[in-house]
């Protein structure tokens, strides 16, 4: 997975130009030409979502925005990649719009397979885990 950061600062900056919209959009058919990109969508600002906060007494709820977060993400992308070193060379051709500040972030992240998980979880587990994972990919 690959996600969009930017900090608290840039919410409500504005949608993206014209040409940064084409820009993002030749990246990703770059992508989907290349049998990388699986899924992906970029997120409204963090006004529009909430928290909620797990602790040891009591769960909570916290409305967006989230003025404290110095980083929010942005956006994601899901990419099957063959590997880290595959996902950061299509990671820097990502285009950049300075609009939102200086710099900007991608974090790359793997997911888990189940099979990470084969010395702590017994086999019954990870077999339904797997079960709901088909299912989900279903609808």
């Known amino acids: 997975m690959?996600?969009?950061?930017?900090?608290?600062?840039?919410?409500?900056?504005?949608?993206?130009s014209q040409e940064m919209f084409e820009k993002m959009q030749a990246y990703n058919e770059l992508l989907v030409n290349a049998?990388?990109?699986l899924g992906g969508?970029?997120?409204?600002?963090?006004?529009a979502g909430a928290q909620v906060v797990f602790a040891v007494s009591e769960t909570s709820v916290v409305d967006g925005p989230f003025t404290e977060s110095k980083e929010i993400i942005a956006g994601y992308w899901i990419w099957e990649v063959s590997s880290l070193a595959e996902a950061?060379?299509?990671?820097k051709r990502c285009p950049f719009d300075p609009r939102y500040g200086a710099t900007q972030t991608l974090e790359i992240r793997p997911f888990?397979?189940?099979e990470d998980f084969a010395e702590t979880?017994?086999?019954?587990?990870?077999?339904?885990?797997?079960?709901l994972q088909a299912r989900a990919g279903e609808g």
């Open 41 to 47: 969508e970029g997120l409204k600002p963090s006004g």
């Open 112 to 114: 888990f397979d189940m």
């Open 2 to 16: 690959v996600m969009t950061k930017g900090s608290g600062g840039d919410e409500g900056k504005g949608q993206p």
């Open 121 to 131: 979880v017994d086999s019954q587990t990870l077999a339904k885990s797997q079960e």
């Open 88 to 91: 950061v060379e299509w990671a």
């Open 35 to 37: 049998g990388v990109l």
